[in-house]
């Protein structure tokens, strides 16, 4: 997906589908995206591979993308009948961008 066609924000659409992607704090996520940077600014270097070089463009576009994002995220995608805390909070909404949320209906 990182060098094929996919925008970033397409991507990130895919992975939404994983639990585990839609499950991480958001400023994890920021993290490795600014980490794949480095690490295959660091590959680069060292490769005789143009497919190197559109790795690096394509973890570039993706960090870039995640340091736009201003809008709170939130993992809600629980079974029907999962209730919130106390505070209105469901498991997964944590960070920076929590924001309270409620169960989808699937």
């Not at 939130?74 to 919130?84: L, R």
Request: hydrophobic share 40%; glycine share 6%.
């Amino acid at each position: 997906m990182a060098a094929g066609a996919h925008t970033s924000a397409g991507a990130e659409r895919q992975a939404a589908r994983l639990p585990a992607f839609t499950a991480a704090d958001p400023a994890h996520i920021d993290l490795f995206a600014r980490a794949t940077v480095r690490l295959w600014e660091e590959i680069e270097q060292t490769s005789l591979s143009g497919w190197s070089t559109k790795m690096v463009h394509a973890a570039r576009a993706w960090s870039a993308h995640r340091s736009t994002l201003t809008l709170p995220r939130c993992n809600n995608n629980y079974p029907d009948g999962m209730a919130a805390d106390a505070t209105g909070a469901l498991p997964g909404c944590f960070g920076p961008r929590a924001v309270r949320c409620t169960p989808r209906r699937w």
